[in-house]
């Protein structure tokens, strides 16, 4: 598309109301989900967070600290996602704020936020940025009482009108998140400043260091709890391990008492953030995508471990049968992939006789490159088989992989000593071919020596037809 038409495309999509641009955008998210009109879902999906984030030339033009809504909303930044798949607790959607910010404006807290840009507006003229963060939290606070006192219940339906102001269900759900974390901001600073940048294992002097941190009333309500350990949770090199924090405050691996804790939300939390790995996994695999799967199964792979071997787990509670779900997700999404590369394999390497080698499909090199990926995707899914229950398809396919490429490889060696030109250019492909997937399966150093007797093969096959051409001649 060219440069007008994207002008075009995004202008007319500025025009159009918060709640259209929100539902837009969900649509065009879930038809790249399902793989539908992927070039143009992508690019109208690009344009619109352009226009609900402000255009790429607003932000070089203008300072980010000088957008009032961003300043506003900074505290929310670390629990915004951009995600169609179902919201946990402890996470905001990003497309919320936009909507959020135009009600206060126009109907929450208009004096306030006219006298938030106009002391912007002065900040600027200044050139300095002091008393930048005095003003920003005063109209956070500001912005936190408007939205508690919409949210709060009342007789009537005074209440469904004005949340109905605000924007499309999903908004509103964010709503009162959105309000208590801006109250909130003083006490999540403090307690991202005492984390770590990074908690390798949460070991059981984190634990009592986090514990801690965490040790704030304003923190341990039902409402906030979940950000505070979200925030936690980036931290963690191993994001869920924040079930220990629940077993450690019910001193018990008993899924019963470590429910009826308010930190059993962090085994809520972790499950969900498995449940969405495993769907991202899927939908790489259904994409052909494998350069981040290695990393999924290992995260998947520690994180179902985890949660079976430090939680004592019913199979007929809800935690154990959403892990059960995960598993078998999981499964489902390795077990029809890995089936499908033994096929593959022998379509590249089958031998065929010298005559229907000219009717043969080319041997592409994307499409051997694309298999060597394959077979080193069984070879990661066998490492991580037995915890993510594919442990029976993977060895079989593996084994079947190994047997097949060795005894393939060498049967391709030995045809290059014969055969007409044509059908020996075709096995040379071959051979190359079985070569690469050698080097995956049995390494290096055993690709090399075949590699090497392929050379000898042709090599020796030339001779032979040159001592033959001499004694003719």
Not at 13 to 23: C, D, I, T
Request: net charge neutral.
């Amino acid at each position: 598309m060219s440069q007008t038409s994207t002008e075009r495309l995004r202008d007319y999509l500025a025009q159009l109301p918060p709640q259209a641009q929100a539902l837009l955008m969900r649509s065009f998210e879930r038809a790249i989900e399902r793989g539908e009109e992927v070039a143009v879902a992508t690019l109208v999906l690009e344009q619109l967070r352009k226009v609900v984030r402000g255009t790429e030339e607003d932000e070089e033009i203008r300072p980010r600290t000088d957008d009032p809504a961003r300043l506003l909303f900074r505290p929310i930044e670390p629990f915004l996602v951009e995600s169609n798949f179902p919201m946990r607790q402890g996470q905001i959607r990003r497309t919320s704020l936009l909507p959020v910010w135009q009600w206060l404006a126009r109907d929450g807290a208009p004096e306030q936020a006219r006298a938030f840009e106009a002391a912007l507006a002065e900040i600027r003229q200044s050139g300095s940025t002091a008393g930048l963060e005095s003003e920003a939290r005063k109209f956070q606070l500001a912005a936190a009482e408007a939205i508690a006192k919409v949210a709060a219940p009342v007789q009537g339906d005074d209440r469904q009108r004005s949340l109905a102001r605000i924007g499309p269900p999903n908004v509103v759900e964010d709503f009162l998140s959105i309000g208590s974390v801006l109250r909130a901001r003083e006490a999540m600073d403090t307690l991202g400043s005492r984390l770590p940048s990074q908690l390798r294992a949460l070991s059981e002097s984190q634990i009592a260091s986090v514990t801690s941190a965490l040790n704030v009333p304003s923190l341990q309500t039902p409402q906030l709890l979940p950000f505070a350990l979200s925030l936690i949770m980036q931290r963690l090199a191993a994001p869920w391990q924040i079930i220990r924090l629940a077993i450690k405050m019910a001193a018990s691996d008993d899924e019963i008492r470590v429910a009826a804790t308010p930190y059993g939300i962090a085994v809520t939390l972790a499950l969900h953030d498995l449940s969405f790995l495993a769907a991202c996994l899927r939908t790489d695999i259904r994409r052909g995508q494998f350069d981040n799967v290695s990393e999924q199964l290992k995260t998947l792979h520690d994180g179902v471990r985890g949660l079976r071997t430090e939680l004592d787990l019913r199979n007929d509670s809800t935690w154990g049968k959403q892990l059960t779900s995960i598993r078998a997700d999981i499964s489902n999404s390795l077990q029809s992939e890995i089936d499908s590369v033994p096929g593959r394999v022998r379509r590249i390497l089958r031998q065929r006789a010298d005559k229907d080698i000219s009717s043969a499909p080319k041997i592409d090199a994307t499409d051997v490159e694309e298999t060597a990926a394959l077979i080193d995707f069984v070879a990661v899914c066998r490492t991580y088989a037995s915890e993510l229950a594919i442990n029976e398809v993977t060895l079989r396919t593996y084994s079947d992989l190994q047997h097949y490429v060795e005894h393939s490889t060498e049967a391709l060696v030995q045809a290059l000593r014969g055969g007409d030109t044509k059908a020996r250019a075709y096995r040379q492909m071959q051979a190359k071919a079985a070569i690469r997937f050698c080097e995956v399966l049995f390494g290096h150093d055993y690709a090399s020596l075949m590699s090497r007797a392929a050379e000898n093969a042709v090599t020796g096959e030339r001779k032979s037809a040159e001592r033959k051409s001499t004694r003719n001649g």
